[in-house]
């Protein structure tokens, strides 16, 4: 099996995804190969239609791709059946999206213990009391989604992907719905997150002020590669996505 890059909590390999056939098949990712390195936060960036969608859903197992691989730690997600993936998708991997997804009749805590519960698993309750408490939720656990704001929803949202100590946390825009403070806290979270828990976070956004708080950007255009920046900040990610889009 292929083990590049070594690092790697989760590699793409030559991955392509062809939505449709013939003459209106949409080549949404065009041979890609990245990997995103354990205990990273990594955003993924591009103009509008550039595959990074496609790409986070076929990294954590939510579509599968035309040809190439994906490996999640060991493991080639390319190859496994709907079953292994679901369980993969529910054991080793936290999401977060612009919309919480909570159940609106739990409270804040039986939200965040779902994963768990689904799985069959008991609380490790050190590592739930260290989330409750980072995430700022201690006072919360009692309350439904309906009594808690915005940046509340997605504390709690972060904290039941991170209950299971996910392998990968795959962020959707993550603060899309949010206002700036409270986005700007939860950012602050996801890279708490990586650096002090250890956390592989993969976040994909169209906002520059976001990937700033990452530790690199990986960009794409029309389904490739299109560069990386290490240590963002809004200007050097400003940059790199208007020469991506005065190129075209
Ligand atoms: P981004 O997230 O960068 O905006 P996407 O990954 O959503 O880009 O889309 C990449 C390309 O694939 C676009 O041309 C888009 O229209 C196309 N695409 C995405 N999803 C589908 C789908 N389910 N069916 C057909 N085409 C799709």
């Not at 990712?29 to 591009?46: E, K």
């Not at 993969?88 to 936290?94: L, N, Q, S």
Request: glycine fraction near 10%; hydrophobic fraction near 40%.
């Amino acid at each position: 099996m292929q083990t590049y890059p070594p690092a790697a909590a989760v590699a793409a390999v030559d991955l392509v995804k062809v939505y449709g056939t013939g003459d209106t098949a949409v080549r949404a990712l065009d041979g890609v190969s990245v990997g995103f390195d354990r205990g990273r936060f990594t955003a993924i960036m591009g103009p509008s239609g550039s595959g990074k969608s496609t790409l986070m859903h076929c990294l954590a197992g939510l579509d599968t791709a035309t040809t190439g691989q994906v490996l999640l730690g060991g493991t080639d997600l390319t190859t496994r059946s709907d079953r292994v993936l679901t369980k993969v998708r529910r054991e080793r991997i936290g999401f977060v999206f612009q919309s919480f997804n909570l159940l609106p009749q739990l409270t804040a805590e039986r939200n965040i213990l779902l994963p768990l519960d689904l799985a069959g698993r008991r609380p490790d309750q050190e590592h739930l009391d260290r989330l409750v408490t980072t995430l700022g939720l201690a006072g919360r656990l009692g309350h439904r989604p309906s009594e808690l704001s915005g940046g509340q929803q997605q504390r709690v949202a972060l904290a039941r992907a991170l209950v299971t100590r996910p392998e990968v946390l795959f962020a959707d825009e993550p603060t899309g719905n949010l206002d700036s403070r409270s986005g700007a806290e939860v950012l602050g979270l996801l890279r708490d997150s990586a650096r002090d828990l250890g956390q592989t976070i993969v976040m994909v956004t169209h906002d520059p002020g976001a990937a700033a708080y990452a530790d690199r950007v990986v960009l794409l255009a029309d389904g490739r590669l299109a560069g990386e920046i290490h240590q963002p900040d809004i200007a050097s990610v400003t940059d790199a996505l208007q020469t991506l889009a005065s190129a075209r």
